[in-house]
């Protein structure tokens, strides 16, 4: 059964800087195509960055491009998000999403972790 589990959300004031942790299990994380989404209060979820299954080819999100950086470390399972400058209209909360797939919908996804950016 794949679970992935996020990590390393918290309050942080603006401008400061957090570091997410997405732990997979289960599968197969070296093949899945990854991203990280978010959700703020009274709004839909949002695509904030995709990294392909080698880690060679990222994109993100125009909110997010040049502070937000997604990695990967396949000996570890494990998928990171590196939020610098981070700004109020950061705050939500952020799952991580696995996709089998080279394009399509994801196929798994996390439980989310709370990220608290205060003015």
């Known amino acids: 059964q794949v679970q992935l589990v996020e990590s390393g959300g918290g309050l942080v004031q603006a401008g400061g800087s957090l570091r997410l942790s997405c732990a997979a299990s289960?599968?197969?994380?070296?093949?899945?195509?990854m991203g990280w989404f978010r959700q703020a209060p009274g709004k839909e979820r949002a695509f904030v960055a995709t990294i392909n299954q080698s880690g060679d080819i990222t994109r993100y999100a125009d909110s997010v491009k040049g502070r937000f950086t997604i990695s990967r470390d396949s000996a570890k399972n494990t998928l990171y998000l590196q939020m610098n400058s981070l700004k109020p209209e950061d705050t939500a909360v952020y799952y991580c999403?696995?996709?089998?797939?080279?394009?399509?919908?994801?196929?798994?996804w996390g439980q989310g972790t709370q990220v608290t950016v205060s003015s």
């Open positions: 999403a696995g996709a089998m797939g080279v394009v399509g919908l994801y196929d798994y």
């Open positions: 289960g599968g197969t994380f070296g093949s899945w195509r």
